[in-house]
């Protein structure tokens, strides 16, 4: 098994063809206040397996504090099923999960975990940060 992509995103779809379509990529979030909620966003995944791995593969994203505890939705898995072609070594199965009204409770680091089968496979930081001023953003002066 091999992730090609793993991504926390504001938007993405997959189509039928196999494509993995991603808007806006992120690892950071501003805020004014908080707690604050982030409306909408998703985690997507591009997943190599091999032919000794054809079946079903369940995947897991949780969502990690500074304080190691879980937040956000507590359902985010999905179920893979992965089929070769016979004329294959390999296959990619893509995964899209969005999740909506994220509570952050405080600015600082959080991380995204994928765990595959049980077992954890990749991370994702999640920065929080207070928002600056307008006069402050780094691009302002351009």
């Known amino acids: 098994m091999n992730i090609e992509a793993f991504l926390l995103c504001d938007y993405a779809t997959e189509d039928r063809g196999g494509k993995l379509n991603v808007l806006g990529a992120f690892h950071t979030l501003y805020a004014s206040e908080m707690p604050c909620v982030h409306p909408a966003c998703a985690v997507v995944g591009r997943i190599r ?3 000794i791995e054809e079946g079903k ?3 897991r994203i ?3 504090d500074q304080d190691g505890q879980s937040i956000g939705p507590k359902k985010l898995e999905a179920e893979l099923m992965v089929r070769l ?4 070594d390999s296959a ?3 995964f899209v999960l969005h999740f ?3 509570k952050l409770q405080n600015y600082g680091q959080y991380r995204v975990d994928l765990a595959i089968d ?3 496979e990749a991370t994702l930081p999640l920065n929080v940060k207070e928002r600056p001023s307008k006069s402050e953003w780094p691009d302002a002066n351009l």
């Open 57 to 59: 593969h369940k995947i």
């Open 62 to 64: 949780n969502i990690i």
């Open 92 to 94: 990619v199965v893509n």
């Open 118 to 120: 049980g077992r954890q």
């Open 49 to 51: 397996f091999t032919r």
């Open 85 to 88: 072609p016979e004329d294959a």
């Open 100 to 102: 909506q009204r994220l």
